[in-house]
T-cell receptor, first 118, second 115 residues
Framework: AQTVTQSQPEMSVQEAETVTLSCTYD???????LFWYKQPPSRQMILVIRQEAYKQQNATENRFSVNFQKAAKSFSLKISDSQLGDAAMYFCAYRSGVQETSGSRLTFGEGTQLTVNP | ETGVTQTPRHLVMGMTNKKSLKCEQH?????MYWYKQSAKKPLELMFVYNFKEQTENNSVPSRFSPECPNSSHLFLHLHTLQPEDSALYLC??????????????FGPGTRLTVT
């Protein structure tokens, strides 16, 4: 079974600075997807960024980028130029790439609470 | 604006009550999910429905009963719950395309308190 570990329960960053959230995972599969989701106080889980394991290039979405190290099974999220609206719980998630018709099981980490200080 | 809505947003119920949570997706997806989010724990997948058929039940107690009348609606019927069932219940949907499922989109959740 796959597992996802986020070792930082809480992180804080000054506004406009850069912060990196850590995520490691364990799997025996070679084809999979990794995600970062953001859950602000409104509780709406929002997809931040997605990475396909077969792609060597790290995904980027505006101020958000990942450092995907497949051999090390590491998938960290870097937030540049942090804004107050970035304050939220961030979840790392894993999904198998094995084609299936029954749905799409996501395995989540425990989450990292990010505080952005003005 | 979210493509997945959930009602109610908050629910307080006694252990002998029967209530239902509702989820509706406006994205044209064909798969829907129920998750439980408890404090200090990762999200737990409860049920998966694909094309209205239940394809996964993650060892969920029978006091939780899902219903999926069509691809746009998903219900979670609750009866004789326990205080430890208090949690945030999240609904999600996704679209199956050739090659697998696309990303899951989540609703805002129902905060359930069992007294």
């Amino acid at each position: 079974a796959q597992t996802v570990t986020q070792s930082q329960p809480e992180m804080s960053v000054q506004e406009a600075e850069t912060v990196t959230l850590s995520c490691t995972y364990d799997t025996s599969e070679s084809d999979y997807y990794l995600f970062w989701y953001k859950q602000p106080p409104s509780r709406q889980m929002i997809l931040v960024i997605r990475q396909e394991a077969y792609k060597q290039q790290n995904a980027t979405e505006n101020r958000f980028s990942v450092n995907f190290q497949k051999a090390a099974k590491s998938f960290s999220l870097k937030i540049s130029d942090s804004q107050l609206g970035d304050a939220a719980m961030y979840f790392c998630a894993y999904r198998s790439g094995v084609q299936e018709t029954s749905g799409s099981r996501l395995t989540f980490g425990e989450g990292t609470q990010l505080t952005v200080n003005p | 604006e979210t493509g997945v809505t959930q009602t109610p947003r908050h629910l307080v119920m006694g252990m002998t009550n029967k209530k239902s949570l509702k989820c509706e997706q406006h994205l044209g997806h064909n798969a829907m999910y129920w998750y439980k989010q408890s404090a200090k724990k990762p999200l737990e997948l409860m049920f998966v429905y694909n094309f209205k058929e239940q394809t996964e039940n993650n060892s969920v107690p029978s006091r939780f009963s899902p219903e999926c009348p069509n691809s746009s609606h998903l219900f979670l019927h609750l009866h004789t719950l326990q205080p430890e069932d208090s949690a945030l219940y999240l609904c999600a949907s996704s679209q199956f395309v050739s090659g697998g499922q696309r990303e899951q989109y989540f609703g805002p959740g129902t905060r359930l308190t069992v007294t």
